[in-house]
């Protein structure tokens, strides 16, 4: 299994709209299209943002809602 690591990709300026343009490594790396939806969050210190691809999101909330009821379905 490779081993996930923190990458830094660069800096990007955000622009007189609000936007910025990701990293071409970044897209790249990530499997990140056009047209493709990010969940923008930040932590509890709101020292950054961090994006994550909806579609992850949704995946990770599956396993969490699938492990919930296979808790329940073993409950007395």
């Known amino acids: 299994m490779a081993e996930r690591q923190t990458r830094i990709?660069?800096?990007v300026k955000i622009g007189d709209r609000g936007q910025v343009?990701?990293?071409s490594d970044a897209r790249k790396d990530l499997n990140l299209k056009p047209g493709d939806?990010?969940?923008v969050?930040?932590?509890r210190n709101r020292r950054g943002?961090?994006?994550?691809k909806a579609d992850a999101m949704?995946?990770?909330a599956e396993k969490i809602m699938q492990g919930?009821?296979?808790t329940d379905n073993k409950s007395p």
């Not at 943002?49 to 994550?52: A, E, G, Q, S």
């Open 9 to 11: 990709y660069g800096t």
């Open 68 to 70: 919930l009821e296979e």
């Open 49 to 52: 943002i961090t994006m994550v």
């Open 58 to 60: 949704r995946a990770l």
């Open 37 to 39: 939806l990010l969940l």
């Open 21 to 23: 343009v990701i990293p």
């Open 41 to 43: 969050m930040t932590g």
